[in-house]
């Protein structure tokens, strides 16, 4: 019998137990052998718990435990959930995590650890919550050398725009329900901004190419600016609007990688992806494109990954497995110059003022008064800052998907 701990008793923590415990033959089945939890760690007490005397406040009453293989990490942030990862791994422990900002900060380092160690550090709830998508990178599309991926990444900012889109609620309307349906956080900074979409592209640009890329060189917008106007436009254009979390890999070795708000042509199948759903498409050079769909949060999805990492390293214990990344010798990051797109633009100037500005343009129909709206052609960073400086106003710049 294999014996684990839970360090986290949140809304994820909870989840995690109650899989374990409600379906332990199914997991026993899975593992080869039963998986027992020995340990819950929490700062609070949870004197009504049906096993209270699982629950401990000290995190060294796990590290020191010989009997304990695995300990599923579901604390978030990144302290002292490093600095507990990083202990337990060092004594041989495998570790699985949840914690998307960990994994985007100190994923290099936790996973030399466990391979020095030969212990594992699975993290396939990270990214798409309960979507797998870490293992079949890993394991399904090995074949391929990566492209490009573009997924949408976050289920709150896709609640958001998919009400503006379908009820034509505006952004502060459609936020405030969001918060309203437990969709946002009271402080939805990390969601409307992008932080959260950007440490989920890291981690899969990361993944992909086999060298670490840093979430702080990700250029990154939410869609705290998108309007209803703006919505209107893309449904005029065929178009929806989504956050899209993008990466393309060059044959350099370099990687760009962007967030950002972008109109997506509803013949493509992120385009359909709505409510809180999310949706990962990733290109290979044999395979094409494959999609993943799912849910990309709550509390069953992301438990129901955590416990299938947690399976999956009592499988191979004693016996690392080859997820990694390593640092790079140099920088990776490809620059903005090295990829181009199509741009949705609005400006209170005339058209003669636009053509003389961009030249090649397809200009929107219904436009508002006193208001041209336009797409440009494919672009690069300098091309459309050129363009729009050429402008007496810029009311919209958006990117188009391609």
Not at 251 to 264: C, D, H, K, Q, Y
Not at 294 to 319: C, Y
């Amino acid at each position: 019998m294999a014996k684990a701990a839970i360090m986290g008793f949140g809304t994820v923590g909870g989840g995690v137990y109650g899989i374990m415990d409600d379906s332990r033959s199914r997991v026993s089945l899975s593992a080869g052998e039963p998986i027992d939890v020995k340990y819950i760690l929490d700062i609070r007490d949870f004197p009504d718990h049906p096993r209270k005397e699982l629950f401990t406040k000290d995190f060294n009453d796990i590290l020191n435990d010989g009997e304990i293989t695995v300990v599923a990490e579901v604390m978030g942030g990144l302290h002292p959930a490093y600095e507990f990862t990083r202990a337990l791994l060092e004594s041989g422990k495998s570790v699985v995590t949840s914690n998307k900002e960990l994994v985007a900060t100190y994923g290099t380092e936790l996973l030399s650890i466990a391979r020095e160690k030969n212990v594992n550090y699975f993290f396939e709830a990270s990214v798409g919550g309960g979507i797998p998508v870490i293992r079949p990178m890993h394991q399904c599309l090995t074949a391929n050398n990566i492209i490009k991926i573009a997924g949408i990444l976050n289920g709150t900012t896709n609640y958001i725009l998919n009400e503006m889109i379908t009820k034509g609620k505006s952004f502060e309307d459609a936020l405030s329900d969001a918060q309203k349906m437990g969709y946002a956080e009271r402080n939805p900074a990390a969601d409307i901004e992008g932080h959260d979409a950007c440490r989920k592209i890291a981690i899969l640009s990361s993944l992909a190419s086999g060298k670490f890329v840093d979430y702080n060189d990700i250029p990154t917008e939410g869609i705290t600016e998108i309007t209803l106007d703006d919505v209107h436009y893309a449904t005029q254009l065929g178009c929806v609007i989504k956050l899209i979390g993008y990466a393309r890999f060059l044959e350099n070795g370099r990687v760009f990688s962007i967030v950002a708000p972008m109109l997506i042509d509803k013949s493509c199948p992120l385009a359909g992806v709505n409510g809180v759903m999310n949706a990962i498409m990733i290109t290979g050079d044999s395979v094409g494109d494959v999609m993943f769909y799912g849910a990309g949060a709550g509390q069953l999805p992301t438990a129901s990954a955590v416990v299938a990492d947690m399976i999956d390293a009592v499988k191979h214990t004693e016996r690392s497995k080859k997820i990694f990344w390593e640092k790079p010798d140099g920088d990776i990051t490809a620059s903005e110059e090295d990829e181009k797109f199509a741009y949705f633009i609005r400006t209170g100037d005339s058209a003669e003022a636009v053509r003389a500005a961009f030249k090649d343009c397809r200009f929107v129909e219904n436009a508002v008064a006193e208001e041209s709206a336009f797409v440009t052609r494919p672009l690069t960073k300098t091309e459309v800052n050129d363009g729009v400086s050429r402008l007496s106003s810029v009311i919209s710049r958006i990117r188009v998907f391609g």
